[in-house]
């Protein structure tokens, strides 16, 4: 059994969704940011940086194992089952980069945009350039995602099995 500590923010879906997509079971722990349940002591302890999602796996050689940040935490359930992050080097590799390049970039400047521009009680002119910021690593992301994603099938596609008409996308053949 997994416990969930979260709220429902974009970080805490990430590992809702992906506890649903493996089927493992779990419990949701609410925790509060209104009411700033994060800085519990209790919550705390889970984790030290006391920010929402964190988990505690009780199914794991040695005891129970508390895991934050959500990208540690998407990679621990991806090894714990064995799915979603390929063994192989290229794929591995593929999938980092994308979970990383959400990490660092696409989940802060959303995050900071939506604080400067829904939330800070001063409004100040940086906020617009936040926001241009947040619409080009939007923009990016499905870009190179659905290019990516493009490429994987060209590039995964058995000998065998020929394309059927209309799998592909226009200008996705790569020829080779
Ligand atoms: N890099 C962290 C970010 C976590 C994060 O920013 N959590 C927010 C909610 S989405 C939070 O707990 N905010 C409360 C606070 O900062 O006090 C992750 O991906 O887990």
């Known amino acids: 059994m997994i416990d969930l500590y979260t709220w429902t923010t974009p970080n805490g879906r ?33 984790n030290p940086n006391q920010k929402i999602p964190a988990i505690v796996d009780h199914d794991v050689p040695g005891g129970p194992l508390s895991v934050f940040e959500s990208g540690a935490i998407l990679v621990h359930l991806a090894e714990k089952t064995g799915r979603f992050l390929p063994k192989d080097a290229r794929g591995r590799a593929t999938t980092m980069q994308w979970l990383m390049y959400q990490m660092s970039h696409v989940g802060p400047i959303i995050g900071q945009t939506g604080h400067f521009v829904n939330q800070a009680p001063e409004k100040i002119p940086t906020r617009s350039s936040a926001s241009s910021a947040s619409r080009c690593a939007s923009s990016a992301s499905s870009t190179r995602a659905s290019r990516a994603a493009i490429t994987s099938r060209v590039t995964t596609r058995s000998p065998t099995s020929p394309p059927t008409r209309g799998s592909s996308p226009p200008g996705s053949r790569s020829g080779t």
Request: aromatic fraction near 10%.
């Open 14 to 46: 990430k590992i809702s969704i992906a506890l649903e997509e493996l089927g493992l079971p779990y419990k949701v722990i609410p925790v509060n940011l209104q009411k700033e349940e994060q800085f519990s002591p209790a919550f705390t302890a889970i």
